[in-house]
């Protein structure tokens, strides 16, 4: 998982930080994975527990990335939140379409709060978050 993002195909790696000491977390990685088929060669997956240097050097808050997926896109740009799922999400032709949905302003404030409210049920529940 180290190393750098190397560019390949028209679009690039994308390097995503993930909490890999979550259950579904992992789970949701798998399942992202099966329905990329080759796109998920483009998708460098970075765990991010117990790189908190890391996560910072690249301008990312440790504890955020507890409670938001970030991705870096190809020209090193850190995307949080939703916009790190409509890029990831966007890569795959199965799940264009609701990248596309969930960018929709109502759509993206209703889902951005529910987002929010399961993390930091999850992270409560596995005592990471008081």
Do not use: N
């Not at 199965?94 to 951005?112: D, E, F, Q, T």
């Amino acid at each position: 998982m180290g190393g750098e993002a190397s560019m390949t195909g028209s679009e690039g790696t994308i390097r995503v930080f993930y909490d890999g000491a979550c259950p579904s977390c992992r789970r949701d990685r798998r399942q992202y994975e099966k329905l990329a088929g080759r796109a998920a060669d483009q998708v460098e997956w970075v765990d991010i527990t117990g790189r908190d240097e890391e996560l910072k050097a690249r301008g990312i808050d440790p504890a955020m990335a507890l409670k938001e997926l970030h991705v870096e896109d190809p020209q090193g740009r850190i995307h949080s939140e939703l916009d790190a799922y409509i890029l990831l999400m966007s890569r795959v032709p199965l799940l264009k379409p609701l990248a596309w949905l969930i960018g929709l302003p109502i759509i993206r404030s209703v889902l951005s709060r529910i987002y929010h409210r399961m993390v930091m049920k999850r992270l409560q529940k596995t005592g990471r978050m008081p």
